[in-house]
């Protein structure tokens, strides 16, 4: 498959663990998905390098544990995005639509757009329990509304996101 950016390279050296690796390019992909435990995009147990670019991506679920796009019980989720749309909708008593729900999530969007309807008792907006969470943001759109019972401010810190263009708009039990 061809690497769509100098940077995968790299991002797919840092680390030596079993590597579940995604390019999406170029395409129009939509899941729906209803299961008791269930991942859209990535891996159960791998660590995930995913790459979506110049595509669009539509992900609905529902269930008890879910994960848009990420990985249960990887060490790391790299999820690397440009030039594409995505959309969550997503309802379960676990949910987050870009997570290494354990451990931790790497999350770069550049000339984008996200949408992301998120709701369940243990809801995330980004990133899993662990709040290891980065977020770089540039020339992109992200909108997302978040209904959960648990405190992100316990397991996200707003100083992890780097924001150069474009906006985030979340709307938190609302």
């Not at 992909?29 to 390098?49: F, L, P, V």
């Amino acid at each position: 498959m061809v690497k769509l950016m100098p940077l995968i390279d790299k991002l797919l050296s840092e680390t030596n663990t079993k590597i579940s690796d995604i390019d999406l390019f170029a395409c129009d992909i939509t899941i729906d998905m209803s299961t008791q435990t269930g991942i859209g995009i990535g891996s159960r147990e791998a660590d995930c390098n995913i790459c979506i670019h110049s595509a669009s991506v539509k992900i609905y679920q529902s269930g008890e544990h879910i994960i848009g796009i990420g990985t249960v019980n990887g060490k790391l989720c790299k999820v690397k995005t440009y030039e594409a749309n995505i959309t969550f909708n997503i309802s379960a008593e676990y949910a987050a639509p870009i997570a290494a729900w354990y451990n931790t999530t790497k999350f770069n969007i550049n000339k984008a757009s996200m949408h992301a309807t998120v709701s369940g008792v243990n809801a995330y907006a980004i990133g899993g329990k662990s709040g290891d969470t980065d977020i770089n943001v540039s020339d992109t759109s992200i909108a997302i509304r978040l209904k959960t019972s648990i405190d992100i401010n316990k397991y996200f810190n707003i100083d992890n996101i780097k924001l150069s263009g474009g906006c985030i708009k979340t709307n938190i039990n609302d």
